[in-house]
Every structure is written in structure tokens, then in C-alpha cells.
């Protein structure tokens, strides 16, 4: 069974995907689930080793992103919502994410974890995203 329904060019998740994907500190993803694979439309393998903007959309403002990095490189959890392209840029969907610092062997990770946000908790997002550059 699919993660998610098709609605127009929006996958809509399912109340039980629930997508994680890490990045070392600069970004690039080390581990992606299977949720995170099929909503996105990669293959793990396509996946790995690529820098995470690989699934970023044009209609996210540049200063959520600023304020994850910002967040998470203190040390703190970040969370927000965030619109994310499939492969090949033709559909997209939304998540409700949660970010954190993790330290691993001395090194320093990044992971998230994203479930479905609610049909208000979006609307109110593309309502801010459009203010924010
Ligand atoms: C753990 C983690 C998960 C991230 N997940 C996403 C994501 O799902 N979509 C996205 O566009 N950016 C995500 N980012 C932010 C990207 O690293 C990047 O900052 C963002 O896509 C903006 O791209 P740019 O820095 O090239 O402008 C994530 C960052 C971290 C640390």
C-alpha cells in the first residue's frame, strides 16, 4: 500500500508515513527510510551522498531554511513545515518536520523527521512562505 494519495500534482501522506532522512554537517544525506524514498521519488541509493536541497521546492523561502541550520548548529530541535519537489519537479508534497543534532563517533548529524501536517497547519503555511523570501 502507498504512502501517500495523489491529489492534482500534490502527494498527500498518509496519517501513518513517517518520512526520516539524516545529513552529515554539511548537509548531504547519509541515511534516508523507506517512506522518505517513496514520497520523494528516489531510489536510497539515488539518495545517499547527494546534498539535501535535491528535494528542495521553489516556493520555500530561503529564510526556514536559514533558521533549521541556524537552530539546529546550536544545538536546538527545529521544526516547521516544508514543501518538498518529487523527482523530476512535476509534484510535490507537504510535511510537518522535526530536526535535531545528533552525535555520533564524534561526528555531528542532522536528522529529520516528518509526518503529514494538517490540511489548516498547510494552508497557513503557503499563507507565511509567500511573505517570507
Ligand atoms: C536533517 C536535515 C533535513 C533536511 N530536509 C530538507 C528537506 O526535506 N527539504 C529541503 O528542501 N531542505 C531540507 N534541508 C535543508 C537543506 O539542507 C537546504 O538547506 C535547503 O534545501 C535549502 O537549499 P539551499 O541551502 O541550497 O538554498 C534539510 C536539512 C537537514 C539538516
Same mark, same amino acid.
Given at each position: %500500500?502507498?504512502?501517500?494519495?495523489? =491529489?492534482?500534482? @500534490?502527494?498527500? $501522506?498518509?496519517? *501513518?508515513?513517517?518520512?526520516?532522512? @539524516?545529513?552529515? @554537517? /554539511?548537509?548531504?544525506?547519509?541515511?534516508? =527510510?523507506?517512506?522518505?524514498?517513496?514520497?520523494?521519488?528516489?531510489?536510497?541509493?539515488? $539518495?545517499?551522498?547527494?546534498? #539535501? =536541497?535535491?528535494?528542495? #521546492?521553489?516556493? %520555500?523561502?530561503?529564510?526556514?531554511? /536559514?533558521?533549521?541550520?541556524?537552530?539546529?548548529?546550536?544545538?536546538?530541535?527545529?521544526?516547521?513545515?516544508?514543501?518538498?519537489?518529487? /523527482?523530476?519537479?512535476? @509534484?510535490?508534497?507537504?510535511?510537518?518536520?522535526?530536526? *535535531?543534532?545528533?552525535?555520533?563517533?564524534?561526528? #555531528?548529524?542532522?536528522?529529520?523527521?516528518?509526518?503529514?501536517?494538517?490540511?489548516?497547519?498547510?494552508?497557513?503555511?503557503?499563507? $507565511? *512562505?509567500?511573505?517570507?523570501?
Amino acid at each position: %500500500m502507498s504512502i501517500y494519495s495523489v =491529489n492534482g500534482t @500534490e502527494r498527500v $501522506l498518509s496519517e *501513518y508515513a513517517f518520512l526520516v532522512s @539524516e545529513t552529515d @554537517e /554539511k548537509g548531504v544525506i547519509v541515511f534516508a =527510510n523507506d517512506d522518505f524514498c517513496e514520497a520523494a521519488g528516489y531510489t536510497t541509493q539515488e $539518495l545517499i551522498g547527494k546534498p #539535501h =536541497n535535491i528535494v528542495r #521546492h521553489p516556493d %520555500m523561502p530561503k529564510a526556514a531554511f /536559514k533558521d533549521l541550520w541556524e537552530t539546529v548548529k546550536r544545538g536546538e530541535t527545529w521544526t516547521g513545515f516544508v514543501k518538498n519537489n518529487v /523527482k523530476g519537479g512535476r @509534484e510535490f508534497y507537504w510535511v510537518y518536520a522535526t530536526v *535535531y543534532p545528533v552525535l555520533r563517533d564524534g561526528k #555531528h548529524y542532522y536528522m529529520s523527521c516528518r509526518k503529514k501536517p494538517t490540511a489548516d497547519e498547510v494552508a497557513s503555511s503557503i499563507a $507565511l *512562505y509567500k511573505t517570507l523570501v
